[in-house]
């Protein structure tokens, strides 16, 4: 059954003639004896006379031979210039690598290499450099680097490009990072949801956490963990209008979460799945591998799921609406069971919605 949905998926990328699968698997036709790569340029074959190989080397052993137009037994030119080009940002992170240069590394027009880049790995190069400077940083924080120190082994010229470039990935300032939320002010409160108990807790910069759960007690000792040196207290009257904002979440056919502001943790490729959630339109869903596929990165489905299960904000992050290819609701942080009843309940308003 495994293997039969992961022909599938390989099936569906092929038919898109995906390039991010070009060494990944070939597939092989049985009516002409040829095996090519998923993004062969040939006309797509009936599905029953498909079939596919980890590798060129064993397509060739079950007694196929190379596609001409495709060459799958040739290296993957494309993907050996993205690895080039990842090792040479790696190697200069202490610079800003332009995108001249970093193409000129590789031997191809700054064009064709930005539009390379970004379909292979789903994010520019600029947004990669960040990101490995940013890692870099955190890893330097956490062992009890200096600050100032840390910012410049991270490769950034200045403190105040660190902090404009790590905002977004730390989620907090690097000192308030670095002494586990120290200085940072953390207010909650918990409502009560015919879901159960839903804490939100906000930042000076927005919303951090938004969790269900069954005791007040639990789901304040969790959170008091996460951010076990900030300064955290109970306000329900200054977090009323998150509270408004986030129960309509769960009510109003309407309801958007573009104007709430986040102040979530997370690294590039898992921002990357939660700003894609974030464009699933309420009453619908998506699958993980149609997420992959949608941040360029069609392999990545165990990523994604696991990028969901992360999620800090349930509802403004709506990682509900994430389902198996075949419809079964897998997952869900906060049960399978809540899973259920905010699809039900976001369907059944649309329906509604429709019918006026």
Request: net charge positive; aromatic share 8%; glycine share 6%.
């Amino acid at each position: 059954m495994q293997t039969q949905s992961k022909n599938d998926e390989r099936w569906n990328l092929v038919l898109a003639r995906d390039a991010n699968a070009d060494g990944q698997f070939v597939y092989a036709v049985k009516s002409t004896g040829v095996f090519c790569r998923p993004s062969c340029p040939s006309r797509r074959p009936r599905r029953e006379n498909v079939e596919f190989f980890n590798s060129p080397a064993l397509a060739q052993e079950a007694g196929f031979r190379s596609c001409h137009r495709c060459v799958p037994t040739r290296p993957n030119l494309q993907r050996q210039m993205v690895e080039a080009a990842c090792r040479y940002l790696d190697d200069h992170l202490e610079s800003t690598v332009t995108l001249e240069a970093l193409s000129r590394h590789v031997g191809v027009s700054p064009f064709y290499f930005q539009r390379l880049f970004k379909r292979t790995l789903g994010i520019s190069p600029r947004q990669y450099q960040q990101a490995q400077r940013a890692n870099r940083f955190k890893n330097a924080l956490r062992d009890d680097r200096r600050i100032t120190d840390a910012i410049y082994e991270a490769g950034y010229s200045s403190s105040s490009r660190a902090y404009d470039n790590i905002s977004g990935q730390l989620g907090m300032t690097p000192s308030a990072f670095r002494r586990n939320g120290h200085g940072t002010v953390i207010r909650y409160s918990i409502l009560s949801t015919q879901l159960g108990k839903l804490l939100i807790a906000t930042t000076e910069r927005g919303l951090c956490a938004v969790r269900f759960g069954h005791r007040e007690t639990a789901m304040i000792s969790e959170l008091r963990r996460e951010f076990r040196a900030a300064a955290i207290s109970r306000d329900d009257q200054a977090l009323r209008p998150f509270a408004q904002q986030v129960e309509g979440l769960l009510h109003s056919a309407t309801a958007t979460t573009a104007r709430i502001p986040l102040d979530i943790q997370g690294t590039a490729f898992q921002q990357q799945v939660w700003n894609k959630l974030r464009e699933i339109p309420r009453g619908e869903t998506r699958s993980y591998a149609e997420i992959a596929n949608a941040i360029g990165r069609p392999a990545a489905v165990r990523a994604v799921a696991s990028a969901c299960a992360s999620n800090p904000v349930a509802l403004v992050v709506p990682c509900h609406r994430v389902v198996q290819k075949n419809g079964s609701l897998a997952g869900y942080r906060w049960g399978v069971k809540r899973k259920a009843a905010l699809l039900e309940s976001e369907q059944a308003g649309s329906r509604r919605a429709r019918a006026v």
